[in-house]
């Protein structure tokens, strides 16, 4: 069993700052690419971020400049530090792996509410 658990979602003032955190936990032989999801109400869940094994990043149109993922391939986790933060940033904000564990498999977190409001 895999599992991801997200933390550091809340309500912030646009302009403010949020960072989220990702633990992969269980059975993991191997992390590849890990990322950041968001899904705000109405609207198809989109990428935000995603970092590969290697260091590899790509972020949303949206996001560049303002967000930054990093990851710790030793303790297996990835992060999203949101700056500048904006009300169209408010959304469900998950994350993602993909990982090789008894088989290779595609894991969400739970998602962690985001809400940028004055």
């Known amino acids: 069993q895999v599992q991801l658990v997200e933390s550091g979602g809340g309500l912030v003032q646009p302009g403010g700052s949020l960072r989220l955190s990702c633990a992969a936990s269980?059975?993991?032989?191997?992390?590849?690419?890990m990322g950041w999801f968001r899904q705000a109400p109405g609207k198809q869940r989109e990428l935000v971020a995603v970092?590969?094994?290697?260091?590899?990043?790509n972020y949303a149109d949206s996001v560049k400049g303002r967000f930054t993922i990093s990851r710790d391939n030793a303790e297996n986790t990835v992060a999203l530090q949101m700056n500048s933060l904006k009300p169209e940033d408010t959304a469900v904000y998950y994350c993602?792996?993909?990982?090789?564990?008894?088989?290779?498999?595609?894991?969400w977190g739970q998602g962690t509410q985001v809400t940028v409001s004055s």
């Open positions: 993602n792996a993909d990982i090789q564990s008894m088989t290779r498999i595609n894991a």
């Open positions: 970092i590969t094994s290697g260091g590899r990043i």
């Open positions: 269980g059975s993991i032989f191997r992390l590849y690419a």
